[in-house]
């Protein structure tokens, strides 16, 4: 296998560095000095790589989204045996449960980015537009399958509660930001999800010993 050139592993450390001052300070808070001080490059190796701070955002928020996709399947990877009710609420209950055991905020860059730049920047507003598809499709795929196995009511449209499931999530990150309360992401989840699950799908959900409702600080 042929080693990564050097100029990968800059581009790769201006991404990770750039995803996490976004997250953190903001679009407008995050120069480019900033990132290029904290990487140890000089500003003519960010040009190589990217045309403008727009262009550099645009490609962060791909790779943000490309890595968060890969990361929802690795929460659930060694729960394929389980019924997708409970793959659905682990995805995003590991989640937070990573956040608070790395101490981190919780935050989403890509809800971040569309209250900041969606309307100053149509190119970073249809890559975040394409890669919240994407990530609705997943869950859906998840609602879907609950429904066929019973546990989720089959009297609303799959693609519907997946978008629903989403925007809530969204809103909760908010919240949980201003109250700096990350139990509350998983309790405003609880709430809308059990609204949505059938009988059987409360007892689905009671009989597993993955459902933790309360996040672990220790």
Not at 38 to 54: D, H, I, L, Q, R
């Amino acid at each position: 296998m042929a080693r990564p050139r050097k100029s990968d592993h800059t581009k790769q450390q201006l991404l990770d560095t750039g995803t996490e001052l976004l997250i953190n300070q903001g679009y407008h808070g995050t120069g480019i000095k900033a990132v290029l001080d904290a990487v140890g490059v000089p500003k003519g190796s960010f040009y190589n790589f990217f045309a403008s701070k727009e262009a550099f955002v645009k490609e962060i928020i791909e790779h943000y989204g490309a890595e968060e996709v890969q990361a929802m399947a690795a929460r659930v990877e060694h729960l394929s045996d389980q019924p997708a009710l409970i793959q659905l609420w682990c995805t995003f209950a590991y989640k937070v449960q990573a956040w608070v055991s790395e101490d981190k905020a919780c935050a989403c860059l890509l809800g971040a980015m569309a209250a900041e730049i969606a309307d100053a920047s149509d190119c970073c507003r249809q890559t975040i537009k394409g890669i919240e598809q994407e990530w609705v499709d997943i869950i859906q795929i998840a609602i879907a399958t609950a429904q066929q196995e019973g546990d989720i009511r089959s009297d609303i449209n799959a693609a519907a509660i997946a978008q629903l499931l989403y925007n809530s999530w969204q809103g909760a990150l908010l919240h949980a930001q201003i109250t700096q309360n990350p139990q509350s992401l998983l309790d405003h989840f609880w709430t809308l999800l059990s609204s949505l699950i059938t009988p059987q799908g409360q007892t689905t959900f009671a009989q597993s010993s993955l459902c933790n409702r309360e996040l672990d600080h220790e």
